[in-house]
Nanobody
């Protein structure tokens, strides 16, 4: 079992930055692919960024060049650095983990965090 707890959300103006953190606890942290998703009123759930077990990262086209996913395996923490934020980035951001990349890719991971709210004003 893995427990995921997000933090770092808040309200910022367009063009600002936030860094989200996802602290993991449990067993076999290094064996999981991890990622960030967001839930928005207009678009529903979106895949934002993923990192697989080899460290390869992928991003949604809408955030590529602005967001960076990273992790500190020693601290068992996943991060999402968000720069040049836009109002369209507003939503509830959740981290997720699954040993199988494909299941994470389609948004059906074994583990979800509770989410942290990000609000970007114009």
């Amino acid at each position: 079992q893995v427990l995921l707890v997000e933090s770092g959300g808040g309200s910022v103006q367009a063009g600002g930055s936030l860094r989200l953190s996802c602290a993991a606890s449990g067993d076999s942290y290094g064996s999981y692919c991890m990622g960030w998703f967001r839930q928005t009123p207009g678009k529903g759930r979106e895949r934002v960024a993923l990192v697989d077990r080899a460290g390869t990262t992928t991003y949604a086209g809408s955030v590529k060049g602005r967001f960076t996913i990273s992790q500190d395996n020693a601290k068992k923490t996943l991060y999402l650095q968000m720069n040049s934020l836009k109002p369209e980035d507003t939503g509830m951001y959740s981290c997720a983990a699954d040993p199988i990349l494909g299941r994470l890719w389609i948004g059906d991971p074994a583990y979800w965090g509770q989410g942290t709210q990000v609000t970007v004003s114009s």
